[in-house]
């Protein structure tokens, strides 16, 4: 999973949320080992992964 938070400054200490996104990916290219080459999870895997963490997320926040 990839997690990309872009913010925006101004007068520190303070700073201004701009955008989340998250990105589901395998951390390897081939399922025998790990090649430290991941890829980006498209359609129903994708998916799958994203409400995989969704459920965690709401689960943390009970």
């Known amino acids: 999973m990839l ?3 872009r913010i925006r400054t ?9 955008k989340s996104s ?10 025998s080992r ?4 991941p890829i980006i999870l498209q359609g129903s ?4 992964i994203l409400n995989k963490i969704k459920g965690i997320s709401e689960d ?3």
């Open 3 to 5: 997690f990309i938070n």
């Open 45 to 48: 895997e994708g998916e799958r």
């Open 60 to 62: 943390l926040n009970k």
């Open 34 to 37: 790990n090649d430290y080459k």
């Open 10 to 18: 101004a007068k520190q200490p303070f700073f201004y949320l701009f």
């Open 22 to 31: 998250l990105i589901p990916c395998s951390i390897s290219s081939t399922k």
